[in-house]
């Protein structure tokens, strides 16, 4: 069992940065991949961001390429999505997730979910 536990986000400014924490417990984070969703308002889930154990492997959703970046922290149990640039189209719920059995950019794929954190981006 895992469990995950965002942090980061809020309120801020168009062309603004953030950055998204995830903790997770159970099992160490070296064993495992891990990767972000967002869901806007009356939207489906989205993949933005998934990083492998070693970090070696990311892969990212064209909307975050070249604006967001995935890394980890093995030692912290931590994995970061750092957000540059902020449109008031990311507003959306960010949830950490892990353990994928399958494609990476499919929300079925992945076994554990945060509760996720609001980001608002406003105009």
């Known amino acids: 069992q895992v469990q995950l536990g965002e942090s980061g986000g809020g309120l801020v400014q168009a062309g603004a940065s953030l950055r998204l924490s995830c903790v997770a417990s159970g099992r160490t984070a070296n064993q495992l991949t891990m990767g972000w969703f967002r869901q806007a308002p009356g939207k489906e889930r989205k993949f933005v961001a998934g990083i492998s154990p070693s970090g070696i492997t990311t892969d990212y959703a064209d909307f975050a390429k070249g604006r967001f970046t995935i890394s980890n922290d093995n030692a912290k149990n931590t994995v970061y999505l750092e957000m540059n640039s902020l449109r008031p189209e990311d507003t959306a719920v960010y949830y950490c997730?892990?353990?994928?059995?399958?494609?990476?950019?499919?929300?079925?794929?992945?076994?554990?979910w945060g509760q996720g954190t609001q980001v608002t981006v406003s105009s």
């Open positions: 997730v892990s353990s994928p059995a399958g494609r990476w950019d499919s929300a079925l794929a992945w076994k554990y």
